[in-house]
């Protein structure tokens, strides 16, 4: 037998595991002396060990080894919790390549726009809209939002005479909580009202002009969207103008589209 410090040389596990399994009864040692209170371990606790390690590496917990190795677990339970580990790791797997991918789309983005955002000033005219105005608190239901609105539209053949945008009446950020409207402009003899599920409604209204608006085109996707904001925020600052009223996006090539086109106006007044 072998003291608790020459086991963990043999195994090459540190001291500090051996207690614990110990102490969580995973790997208890074979002789504990009454007198000094010193471990003893055997080498034939040796493959025990190295199937903890084992199972270990491959992400269970150690009450799932415990179970495995204590309750003589049916192959078939076995396979089970094994998949469904199997399944975890593709999910964590999954998550970070989305991550990955929105790291390099935000790069890229960063490197095209960062010299190439222009921010141009425009007068925006009046418009007759359909229109709903709600509390989302996720930015993914905005896209949902506009899909339910466009079929009602769409469904009640009213012309639409621009394409939707979203406007942001927050005062400020938080997604969590956006208080959002979304906008189709219409002609004029589009309905007063469009029913929509859960006695929501659009309604018409006329969108009001726009003295000045700082404008700027966000080409891609949404994950960098805030590269093109920040640009028309330094416009903004430096041009000496300030914000006057709610954000909108205007959606030219919608999100769904392999090449999205967004254009974001401020409305702004110079200080």
Known sequence: MFKIGDF??????PVSALRYYADIGL???THIDNFTGYRYYSLDQLPRLNRILALRDLGLSLTQIKQLLDERVTPEQMRGMLRLKQAELQQVVNEEQ????????????????TSMTEVVLKQIEPMIVLSIREIL?????????IGECAQVVTANRVQITATPMTLYHDPEFNPQHMDVE???????SAPESLPLDGGRQ??????????????????GGYDSLDVTYTAI???????RYKIVGPV?????????????????QFPVEKT
């Open 8 to 13: 963990s040389k043999i195994c090459r596990v």
């Open 27 to 29: 790997l208890e040692p």
């Open 98 to 113: 989305a991550r990955l991918a929105r790291v390099a789309a935000r790069l890229k983005q960063i490197e095209q726009e």
């Open 137 to 145: 608190d996720d930015p993914i239901k905005i896209g949902t939002l």
């Open 182 to 188: 979304i906008v189709f402009p219409v002609s004029s």
């Open 202 to 219: 659009m309604t018409r209204r006329e969108l009001p002009a726009l003295d000045s608006a700082a404008c700027a085109l966000h080409e």
């Open 233 to 239: 925020g330094q416009w903004i600052e430096t041009s």
């Open 248 to 264: 909108r996006e205007i959606y030219l090539r919608p999100p769904q589209m392999d090449d999205p086109l967004t254009e974001i």
